[in-house]
Nanobody, 116 residues
Framework: QVQLVESGGGLVQAGGSLRLSCAAS????????MGWFRQAPGQEREFVAG????????HYADSVKGRFTISKDNARYTIYLQMNSLNTEDTAVYYC?????????WGQGTQVTVSS
């Protein structure tokens, strides 16, 4: 059974930083695409950043480019999202996901709140 467990959310002041983690378990993820979405109150879930276990290609939403960095620890099947220069518009529940040919899984989400 696939499990994605996020951690690292919290409350931070604008301009601050947080690092989210997502630990994956339950199968071999070597061909999976993994990353982060977020959902703010009253808004649709939106893509934030993504990568793959078997290459170094990364993708970012325009709104986070230059501020957020996605990375991974292949040995631990863990991905990270380093978030710098946070602003109030980054306030959302952040979800980890993995996907391979339609086999998609989501974490439970972790709240990130940025205060002004």
């Amino acid at each position: 059974q696939v499990q994605l467990v996020e951690s690292g959310g919290g409350l931070v002041q604008a301009g601050g930083s947080l690092r989210l983690s997502c630990a994956a378990s339950g199968r071999t993820f070597s061909n999976y695409h993994m990353g982060w979405f977020r959902q703010a109150p009253g808004q649709e879930r939106e893509f934030v950043a993504g990568t793959s276990w078997n290459n170094e290609i990364t993708h970012y939403a325009d709104s986070v480019k230059g501020r957020f960095t996605i990375s991974k620890d292949n040995a631990r099947y863990t991905i990270y999202l380093q978030m710098n220069s946070l602003n109030t518009e980054d306030t959302a529940v952040y979800y980890c996901y993995c996907n391979f040919r339609g086999d998609e899984h989501w974490g439970q989400g972790t709240q990130v709140t940025v205060s002004s």
